[in-house]
T-cell receptor, first 110, second 117 residues
C-alpha cells in the first residue's frame, strides 16, 4: 500500500472549516483513499473514502487531486467534538487490512 | 448501520491469568475481522486478520499461542490473551469488514482497555 504523509498537528477555530491535507504521491490506480478519526480512548471512526472523484457525506468532504497524489479532508464547520487524530490511509481494493500511520492531531479551539 | 461492539470495555486482571475479549458486528455479517493493539501515545498496530471458519493470520512479531483468535461465526470474533503479563496491558480494538458493493469498509469497535497487574 502507498505511504501517506500528514502534518503532525493542526488547530482550527470552532465554526470554521477544517482542511486536513494528505500526501500520497506513490498511490497506484487501484488504491483507495480512506479517512478515519480517533477520539481519545475510543475506536477509530470511519469518515469517508474515495478513488478518483471528490466525495461528500454527512460528516465531511474529500477532495482528491486530479493526479491523485494528494487529498484534503474538509470538515465544513468544525466543532469541539471534532477534536481527534485524523488518519489518511491508502489501501488496495479488496481484502487488505487498514494500516495506520501517525495521523494528524486536530485541535478545535473555542 | 455498521455497528461493531466489544466486550468488556475494560478489564483488570492478575499476571498469569487469561482474558477473553469479544467483538461483534451487530447489524451486518463480517467474513473478515481484524484485531489491533494500541499503546499510549502510539498509533494502532495490526495484530491479526481473522476469517470466519479458518485460522487467523498473525502479523510478524505477534505470538499466535499467546493471542488466541477465534472467529466462529459471521458476527463474532474473540481474542484471548493467555497468561497475561503487565507488558500486555494495552488498548485492544477489533474491526469488522462490511461488504458494500465495489469496495469494502472496515468499521471499528470501541476498544477494550486491558490492565495486567
Amino acid at each position: 500500500d502507498a505511504k501517506t504523509t500528514q502534518p503532525t498537528s493542526m488547530d482550527c477555530a470552532e465554526g470554521r472549516a477544517a482542511n486536513l491535507p494528505c500526501n500520497h504521491s506513490t498511490i497506484s490506480g487501484n488504491e483507495y483513499v480512506y479517512w478515519y478519526r480517533q477520539i481519545h480512548s475510543q475506536g477509530p471512526q470511519y469518515i469517508i473514502h474515495g478513488l478518483k472523484n471528490n466525495e461528500t457525506n454527512e460528516m465531511a468532504s474529500l477532495i482528491i487531486t486530479e493526479d491523485r497524489k494528494s487529498s484534503t479532508l474538509i470538515l465544513p464547520h468544525a466543532t469541539l467534538r471534532d477534536t481527534a487524530v485524523y488518519y489518511c490511509i491508502v489501501i488496495l481494493e479488496g481484502n487488505t487490512p487498514l494500516v495506520f500511520g501517525k495521523g494528524t492531531r486536530l485541535s478545535v479551539i473555542a | 448501520g455498521a455497528v461493531v461492539s466489544q466486550h468488556p470495555s475494560w478489564v483488570i486482571c492478575k499476571s498469569g491469568t487469561s482474558v477473553k475479549i469479544e467483538c461483534r458486528s451487530l447489524d451486518f455479517q463480517a467474513t473478515t475481522m481484524f484485531w489491533y493493539r494500541q499503546f499510549p501515545k502510539q498509533s494502532l498496530m495490526l495484530m491479526a486478520t481473522s476469517n470466519e471458519g479458518s485460522k487467523a493470520t498473525y502479523e510478524q512479531g505477534v505470538e499466535k499461542d499467546k493471542f488466541l483468535i477465534n472467529h466462529a461465526s459471521l458476527t463474532l470474533s474473540t481474542l484471548t490473551v493467555t497468561s497475561a503479563h503487565p507488558e500486555d496491558s494495552s488498548f485492544y480494538i477489533c474491526s469488522a469488514r462490511r461488504a458494500s458493493g465495489i469496495q469494502d469498509t472496515q468499521y471499528f469497535g470501541p476498544g477494550t482497555r486491558l490492565t495486567v497487574l
